[in-house]
C-alpha cells in the first residue's frame, strides 16, 4: 500500500508541473455566444471547411467565426452579458477572439470588415470588449450604444450613448454622446468630429431591436441567472410557474400534450465538440444549453433552469414520460446540417408575414419577436379555440423617397445628399456600402424593398 502511495504522488506530481509549464491553460476559448435573430440573405463561414453557408436562428458562434450579410439581409449575436452587435445589409463581421481568462474576464474581439454595424455594450469594466475597423479599435469597458460604418474610403463612427473610446493610427480620444467621428481610411484615419448624429436608414430597426430587448429584459424569475442571452424572449414567448417538486420551471406559449421540444430543429457540427442541436423556436437558445427539460403530468414539458457551469450541446432530459427516446446526435458526421421535424430557421424564412396562425402545439414556431402584443393573452385564446389568427405588427422597413434633392454637401471623402424628406443618403465614390435613402413605417398594405417579399403563411424550411 505504502509502495501504491508513492508512486500515486510522483504521479500528481508530474502532472502538477506538467500543468505549470503550458501557460495556454491561463486563457480558455470555450466561449460561445448566440445568433439570436436573422433575416434575409445571411452567411456564415464556421470553419468547417465547408466555406460560407446559410445562418440558421440560435446558431453558437465561435471564435474565427465569419458573419456577412447581403443586400437583403440583417442579423444580430447576443452575448452572455445581454451585449449585441446587430449588422445591416452587405456587412462583414469577423469574431477574431471569444475567450474567458482564469479571471473570469470575458474577452470578445471583432473586427467590422465593411458595412453598418450597431454595438449595444452592457457589459462591466471587467469585461474586455473591442470593435475593431481599419487600423483603429474601440475598447468598451462601459456601458454605450453607437453605429458603425465602414466603407472602402472613409468610417463614420456615431455615438447615441455613453462615451465611445478609440485608439489606433488617428490617436486616442473618446467620442462623446451625440457626437459622429469621421475618419479619412485614404489618409491614415484622420479624422473629424461632429457635434450631431446623422440620421441612417436602418436607425430605426435598430431601436426596434433595442426597445424590445430593454421591455422583455427585466423580469423577477430571471433576475438571478449568471447570464442575459435569451432571457428576453424567455420572457417574451413563455412564462414561469411554480411547481410542486420541481421549482420554479418556464414553458413557452402555445404548447400541449403532443408537443416536445425536440420537434424543430437541426444537428449542427462543429469543429472541436461534434453536433450540437439548434432549436428552430425562437426562444430556444437558454434552455437547450443551461439545465435541463422535464416532463410533468399535468403540465406537459418544462424547463428548468440551472447548471449554469455546463454548456450543453445535447439538451438535458429530465423525468421523460414511458417510450419517449431522448434526443441524440447522429453517430457519425453525415452533413454539416442535418434537420428534424420543421428544419433550421434560415434569413430566408425568418420574415414575419402579415398575418399569422398560431394553433396548439406551434410553440411560437414562425413567430417573429415582438411582432404581437400580449402573448398570454393570445395563449389563453389558443388554449380554448385550438388557433387563432392574428395581425403582425410590421418591423421598420425600407423603402425608397423621392428623388429629388434639396441640397448637397461634399466633406473628404464621402459625400451626404439631403433629400426632400429630410433624410440623408451617404456614399463613398470609390466604392463600399451604400446606404438606401430613407424609411418609415408602411402602411398595412405597404411593401419592403430590403428584403424578399413576406409570405401568407407562418416560415418554415
Known amino acids: ?32 455566444v448566440r445568433l439570436s435573430n436573422v433575416s434575409g440573405t445571411v452567411t456564415i463561414d464556421r470553419n468547417t471547411g465547408d466555406g460560407p453557408e446559410k445562418a440558421i436562428l440560435n446558431m453558437p458562434v465561435t471564435e474565427g467565426i465569419v458573419l456577412q450579410t447581403k443586400n437583403d439581409g440583417r442579423a444580430e449575436v447576443e452575448f452572455e452579458n445581454g451585449s449585441v452587435i446587430r449588422i445591416a445589409p452587405d456587412t462583414k463581421l469577423t469574431f477574431s477572439e471569444l475567450s474567458l481568462r482564469d479571471s473570469g474576464v470575458r474577452v470578445s474581439t471583432t473586427s467590422v470588415d465593411e458595412g453598418l454595424a450597431y454595438v449595444n455594450f452592457r457589459g462591466a469594466k471587467d469585461d474586455d470588449f473591442t470593435v475593431k475597423f481599419a487600423q483603429e479599435s474601440i475598447r468598451l469597458q462601459k456601458e454605450a450604444h453607437f453605429r458603425l460604418e465602414v466603407t472602402t474610403l472613409d468610417a463614420n463612427v456615431a455615438v447615441f450613448d455613453g462615451e465611445v473610446p478609440v485608439s489606433g493610427a488617428s490617436g486616442n480620444f473618446e467620442v462623446d454622446k451625440k457626437h459622429t467621428a469621421t475618419f479619412n481610411l485614404t489618409d491614415g484615419d484622420k479624422y473629424e468630429i461632429a457635434k450631431k448624429i446623422e440620421d441612417d436608414p436602418y436607425d430605426a430597426w435598430d431601436r426596434e431591436q433595442l426597445d424590445y430587448h ?56 462543429y469543429p472541436g465538440f461534434g453536433y450540437t442541436w439548434v432549436s428552430s423556436y425562437p426562444w430556444g437558445w437558454m434552455p437547450y444549453r443551461y439545465g435541463g427539460w422535464a416532463f410533468v403530468p399535468g403540465y406537459g414539458w418544462v424547463w428548468q433552469p440551472g447548471g449554469w457551469n455546463n454548456w450543453y450541446t445535447v439538451p438535458r432530459v429530465v423525468n421523460p414520460p414511458n417510450r419517449f427516446r431522448p434526443p441524440q446526435p447522429p453517430p457519425n458526421r453525415t452533413a454539416t446540417v442535418v434537420s428534424v421535424g420543421r428544419g433550421p430557421v434560415t434569413g430566408a424564412t425568418n420574415i414575419p408575414p402579415r398575418r399569422l396562425t398560431i394553433s396548439r402545439d406551434s410553440a411560437g414556431f414562425g413567430l417573429t419577436r415582438g411582432s404581437v402584443k400580449d402573448l398570454n393573452k393570445v395563449a389563453k385564446r389558443v388554449s380554448n379555440e385550438g388557433a387563432v389568427t392574428v395581425r403582425t405588427r410590421p418591423e421598420a422597413v425600407m423603402v425608397a423617397p423621392s ?52 409570405s401568407s403563411s407562418p416560415p418554415h424550411r
Open 214 to 269: 430593454d421591455r422583455y429584459l427585466a423580469s423577477k424569475s430571471s433576475s438571478s441567472y449568471p447570464y442575459s442571452y435569451g432571457v428576453s424572449d424567455l420572457n417574451y414567448y413563455g412564462n414561469y410557474y411554480n411547481v410542486p417538486g420541481y421549482g420554479t420551471v418556464w414553458q413557452p406559449y402555445f404548447v400541449g400534450a403532443g408537443w416536445n421540444p425536440w420537434m424543430d430543429g437541426a444537428w449542427m457540427w
Open 403 to 454: 428623388a429629388r434633392t434639396s441640397t448637397s454637401t461634399t466633406t473628404g471623402t464621402s459625400s451626404r445628399t439631403t433629400t426632400s424628406s429630410g433624410s440623408t443618403a451617404r456614399s463613398g465614390s470609390g466604392g463600399g456600402r451604400t446606404s438606401s435613402p430613407s424609411m418609415r413605417m408602411p402602411s398595412s398594405g405597404g411593401g419592403r424593398s430590403s428584403s424578399p417579399p413576406r
Open 1 to 32: 500500500m505504502s509502495a501504491w502511495k508513492l508512486a500515486m504522488g510522483l504521479v500528481l506530481s508530474m502532472l502538477l508541473v506538467a500543468s505549470a509549464a503550458f501557460p495556454a491553460i491561463a486563457e480558455s476559448h470555450a466561449r460561445i
